[in-house]
């Protein structure tokens, strides 16, 4: 990705959250997510109550195709959030144009920095404020972590309002800082393309009401361009942002939309590069 200015139109209503400096900083939009509604309330916990958690939308990128219900599927299991790489990822809930949603993230490469799908960030003119994670969430049980900067590519912004596209997927993830460091590790990130096995976890709707994470073990299909598609896909929405991961436990994608690829419904996913460890390294000095 070259980089270059921020486009104009859309960060213009951010107010100065956004923070850009440095030629490759460009490739960036940041902001400060809880800068405003949690400055008093350091933990959050005023406002991100149990009940609100259980209230929360699932995320979905604007998508018509519909998740199987989980009924006689035999391809995705829930999980044991106490071993890795489970442990790795949680719950992220958040505010958005006034909605609280939920979906997936996890930590990766670093011990303070999550990976998660920027259409739960960033959608049109609308950015996520009030982020919290809790990793290993289970009904309602966890650990709030605060986070206190996000940032999601600059080119995301003009097509984030758009239908799901595996194009449109490429560009499909976001960063986002915690204030207090893991105390169950980490991912680490591959950029190696060449797996073909490979399993999604996230918190799914259509399983366990989204409540718990669940795994879905699939297979990649094809990449199209800077983008993943595998099959089968049995996730509802929910699992936004959930890692991709190969054999290895490497993180290799994060779970983004459902598209048709021909007949067969596909999950599409990021491949990740350089510029995903640039926003990673971004993000966690603070978007410096």
């Given at each position: 990705?070259?980089?270059?200015?921020?486009?104009s139109?859309?960060?213009a209503?951010l107010?100065?959250?956004?923070?850009?400096?440095?030629?490759d900083?460009?490739?960036f939009?940041?902001?400060?997510?809880?800068k405003t509604?949690?400055a008093?309330d350091?933990?959050?916990?005023?406002?991100?109550t149990?009940?609100?958690?259980?209230?929360?939308?699932s995320?979905?990128?604007?998508?018509?195709?519909?998740?199987?219900?989980p009924?006689?599927l035999?391809a995705?299991?829930?999980?044991d959030?106490?071993?890795?790489?489970?442990?790795?990822g949680g719950?992220?809930f958040y505010?958005?144009?006034?909605?609280d949603?939920?979906?997936?993230?996890?930590?990766?490469?670093?011990d303070n920095?999550l990976?998660?799908?920027?259409?739960?960030?960033?959608?049109g003119?609308?950015?996520?404020?009030?982020?919290?994670f809790y990793?290993a969430?289970?009904d309602?049980?966890?650990t709030r972590?605060?986070?206190d900067q996000?940032?999601?590519l600059?080119?995301?912004i003009?097509?984030s309002p758009n239908p799901?596209s595996?194009?449109?997927?490429?560009?499909d993830?976001?960063?986002?800082?915690?204030?207090?460091?893991?105390?169950?590790g980490k991912?680490?990130?591959?950029q190696?393309?060449s797996f073909?096995?490979v399993?999604?976890?996230?918190y799914?709707?259509?399983?366990?009401d989204?409540k718990?994470?669940y795994?879905?073990?699939?297979t990649?299909?094809?990449?199209?361009?800077?983008?993943?598609?595998a099959?089968?896909t049995?996730?509802?929405?929910?699992?936004?942002?959930?890692?991709?991961?190969?054999?290895?436990?490497?993180?290799?994608?994060?779970?983004?939309?459902?598209i048709m690829?021909g007949k067969t419904?596909?999950?599409t996913g990021?491949?990740?590069?350089?510029?995903?460890e640039?926003?990673?390294?971004f993000?966690?000095g603070?978007?410096?």
């Amino acid at each position: 990705m070259a980089s270059r200015s921020i486009v104009s139109g859309s960060l213009a209503l951010l107010s100065g959250l956004i923070s850009c400096s440095g030629a490759d900083a460009a490739d960036f939009a940041c902001w400060q997510p809880n800068k405003t509604v949690l400055a008093a309330d350091e933990a959050g916990e005023g406002y991100w109550t149990k009940e609100r958690r259980d209230r929360a939308v699932s995320e979905n990128d604007g998508g018509n195709v519909t998740a199987p219900k989980p009924e006689g599927l035999a391809a995705t299991a829930r999980v044991d959030v106490t071993q890795p790489p489970y442990e790795y990822g949680g719950k992220l809930f958040y505010t958005r144009d006034g909605v609280d949603y939920t979906a997936s993230a996890q930590f990766v490469s670093e011990d303070n920095v999550l990976l998660a799908a920027a259409h739960s960030m960033w959608r049109g003119d609308k950015h996520a404020v009030n982020v919290v994670f809790y990793p290993a969430y289970e009904d309602g049980a966890g650990t709030r972590f605060i986070v206190d900067q996000a940032a999601v590519l600059t080119d995301w912004i003009p097509v984030s309002p758009n239908p799901p596209s595996a194009e449109k997927s490429a560009l499909d993830y976001a960063a986002l800082r915690t204030t207090a460091n893991s105390d169950a590790g980490k991912f680490v990130l591959s950029q190696d393309g060449s797996f073909t096995a490979v399993s999604m976890m996230g918190y799914p709707g259509n399983f366990g009401d989204g409540k718990y994470m669940y795994k879905q073990d699939s297979t990649k299909l094809a990449q199209v361009g800077g983008t993943y598609l595998a099959a089968p896909t049995e996730f509802g929405t929910g699992a936004s942002g959930g890692a991709w991961f190969a054999p290895d436990n490497s993180l290799v994608s994060v779970v983004s939309a459902q598209i048709m690829q021909g007949k067969t419904l596909a999950m599409t996913g990021p491949a990740l590069t350089a510029t995903t460890e640039a926003m990673i390294a971004f993000v966690k000095g603070g978007c410096n």
